[in-house]
């Protein structure tokens, strides 16, 4: 019902910035928990942020708490990711992804396809 597709992604330096977008179909999107989520090989898929259908709550991990910021626009069926202060940790492939319900976790969600973001130090 739902598909998603992220942009964004990208190789930048320690202390840059990087906004990630997802643009989501249907005609229900503001009925869905939106987030992003991501993945280093060898660890589990972890908590970035996420964002309620109506925008009025939000949760971050606890490593992006600060320098990242979730937003999301209805009207449009977008969500983005601006990523601030980027560390050569954030290195992962972040994923966009939809659930009915408000959570952190990431199991039962629908997801984008992944965009790599790469941080040289």
């Known amino acids: 019902q739902v598909q998603l597709v992220e942009s964004g992604g990208g190789l930048v330096e320690v202390g840059d910035s990087l906004k990630l977008s997802c643009i989501a179909s249907?005609?229900?999107?503001?009925?869905?928990?939106m987030g992003w989520f991501r993945q280093t090989p060898g660890k589990e898929r972890e908590l970035v942020a996420v964002i309620s259908g109506s925008g009025s709550m939000t949760r971050y991990g606890d490593s992006v708490k600060g320098r990242f910021t979730i937003s999301r626009d209805n009207a449009k069926n977008t969500v983005t990711l601006q990523m601030n202060s980027l560390k050569p940790e954030d290195t992962a492939v972040y994923y966009c992804?939809?659930?009915?319900?408000?959570?952190?976790?990431?199991?039962?969600?629908?997801w984008g396809q992944g965009t790599q973001v790469t941080v040289s130090s």
């Open positions: 249907g005609r229900t999107f503001r009925s869905y928990s």
């Open positions: 992804a939809a659930n009915h319900f408000f959570t952190t976790l990431p199991e039962n969600a629908y």
